[in-house]
């Protein structure tokens, strides 16, 4: 290669044929061969440039920087990026400057040592860069105050909503006196509506936390099938109103994992509310199997409406309901499934859903064999 450069000629087609800027200077720094890209890049003619100091192509406040690492270079010459990790610009006749990526490569013609010089305008890469990266700022920025935002709003609304069921339940105990029958109906509407938003505001609440790192994880040794009968329990009175079975299936011996206990109770609860929630007629089953390698899986299946394979990715966002028209008919905002994947996330868990639309879902809680 270093004889095909012998003749300055042959090495000039060489260096025409490059996609980038090439420039070959000789020991001292001066140039004595450039091609069509990099006069087009530098904005000279050749003949301007043979025979002059490459620093003329170096903004003038970083000239003295540059002759240093060339000095460095002289003495260590091999092929390698100039300046890693620094940021290179060249100037133009004009004066103008512009982002550069200098690669170098020693060669050797007739004994005489020179340096090629590979150079590409990054200008454009470097705008793309900042953007993105004053994106990916402006973007934490906001979500950090929106997480700050739910986090003090939510607690504001909490307080009058609990003097709202606080008194509305000291109305219904009749302590300030007798309540006719219709006083003591609309009463206790008050009172499943307050709790029904409290329990919604402490969603958005626990959406907020995890999402700024603030949830604390508690591991305990739990017995999985005790927390699968409280939700269980807790949820059968629910069932019973719609006139749903919910069947429980679980292992005989005591399955333990060292896990967060309100975490997967709260997963446990979000599935099977929805379930229950999502099924006109048939049955909730909830299934706790232990696997040979370790693992546990809790499934919450039911007979239900199911969800279509295109709505399937929607499913743990948070806020997205499938059925989103105004006429819909489940209360509910959307962050019960988003709660509980990122719950599961933290357990070190993973939740599925399996569906056939129009026949019911499962979805499947995976507690790995570590934590179980
Ligand atoms: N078992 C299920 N069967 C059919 N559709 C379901 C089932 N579970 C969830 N979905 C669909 O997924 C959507 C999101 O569920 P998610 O639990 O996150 O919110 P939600 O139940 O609407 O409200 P929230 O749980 O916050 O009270 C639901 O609106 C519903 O359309
Ligand atoms: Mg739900």
Known sequence: MDEALGTPLAGLSLLEAAPDAMIVTDHRGQIVL???????????????????????LVPPRLREQHLHHRDGYQHAPRVRPMGAGLDLYGVRKDGTEFSVEISLSPITIRGERYVS????????????????????????????????????????????????????????MKLPGPL??????????????????LSLIND????????????????????????????????RALAEEKHLRIDVA?????????????????????????????TEQGSVAIDMQKACDGHTAIAVRDTGLGIRDEDRVRLFQAFEQLDASSTRRFQGVGLGLHLSQQLATLIGASLDCESTYGRGSTFTLTIPADAA
Request: neutral net charge.
């Open 34 to 56: 450039i091609n069509a890209q990099a006069e087009r890049l530098f904005g000279y003619a050749r003949t301007e440039l043979l025979g002059q100091k490459v620093e003329n």
């Open 117 to 172: 010089s590979a150079i590409r305008d990054i200008t454009a890469r470097k705008r793309i860069e900042k953007a993105l990266h004053d994106k990916n700022i402006e973007l934490r920025n906001a979500n950090l105050a929106k997480d700050r935002f739910l986090a003090g709003i939510s607690h504001e609304l909490r307080t009058p909503l609990n003097a709202i069921i606080g008194f509305t339940g000291t109305l219904l």
């Open 180 to 197: 006719t029958d219709e006083q003591e109906r609309q009463l206790l509407i008050v009172d499943s509506s307050a709790r029904h938003l």
């Open 204 to 235: 958005i609440l626990d959406v907020a936390k995890i999402e700024s790192g603030k949830v604390n994880i508690t591991r305990e040794q739990v017995v999985l099938q005790d927390v699968v009968h409280e939700v269980s329990n807790s949820l």
């Open 250 to 278: 679980v292992p005989a011996e005591p399955v333990i994992a060292n896990t967060d206990r309100r975490a997967l109770q709260q997963i446990l609860l979000n599935l099977a509310n929805n379930a229950i929630k999502y």
